[in-house]
């Protein structure tokens, strides 16, 4: 894991559920999946403006989105994705990532379906801790 000073994020639990560490990124599965796959892309540096991002932190977001569609579409069956930034309860820059689904999709022996909307996911229960890790094993790279 990074040597920054991840303490402000540590709600997201990054040192467990980071499935990819970028230079400037880290990418955590969600504790609430609303729709399979859901993760928290968050900026390794404490600011609570993306306007402050700097132009090489703003610059490698396109590559940590473009992996984290990839392997969504090859691994989960994605066909689209919403991103949510609102930084309500937690004032620094970070993105709340939802892949989509046409289909259900069965995996760790459960049937995932997406309802088509978004609008209750701040309400979604808190996935368990075996759960969550064999959704971060799973799309982590080979």
């Given at each position: 894991?990074?040597?920054?000073?991840?303490?402000?994020?540590?709600?997201?639990?990054?040192?467990?559920?980071?499935?990819?560490?970028?230079?400037?990124?880290?990418?955590?599965?969600?504790?609430?999946?609303?729709?399979?796959?859901?993760?928290?892309?968050?900026?390794?540096?404490?600011?609570?403006?993306?306007?402050?991002?700097?132009?090489?932190?703003?610059?490698?977001?396109?590559?940590?989105?473009?992996?984290?569609?990839?392997?969504?579409?090859?691994?989960?069956?994605a066909?689209?994705?919403?991103?949510?930034?609102?930084?309500?309860?937690?004032?620094?820059?970070?993105?709340?990532?939802?892949?989509?689904?046409?289909?259900?999709?069965?995996?760790?022996?459960?049937?995932?379906?997406?309802k088509?909307?978004?609008?209750?996911?701040a309400?979604?229960?808190?996935?368990?801790?075996?759960?969550?890790?064999?959704?971060?094993?799973?799309?982590?790279?080979?």
């Amino acid at each position: 894991m990074s040597e920054n000073n991840l303490e402000f994020m540590k709600k997201f639990r990054p040192d467990e559920l980071c499935i990819k560490e970028f230079k400037f990124w880290i990418v955590c599965v969600r504790q609430k999946q609303v729709t399979l796959g859901d993760v928290v892309i968050l900026l390794k540096r404490e600011t609570k403006n993306v306007s402050d991002m700097t132009k090489e932190e703003a610059s490698e977001f396109p590559e940590v989105v473009k992996w984290y569609e990839n392997i969504c579409r090859e691994k989960l069956g994605a066909i689209k994705f919403n991103y949510i930034i609102m930084m309500m309860h937690d004032p620094f820059v970070h993105y709340h990532a939802f892949p989509r689904y046409d289909k259900n999709v069965e995996l760790f022996d459960l049937v995932w379906e997406d309802k088509n909307t978004l609008s209750n996911f701040a309400s979604v229960e808190k996935a368990n801790d075996e759960l969550l890790f064999k959704i971060r094993d799973y799309l982590k790279e080979r």
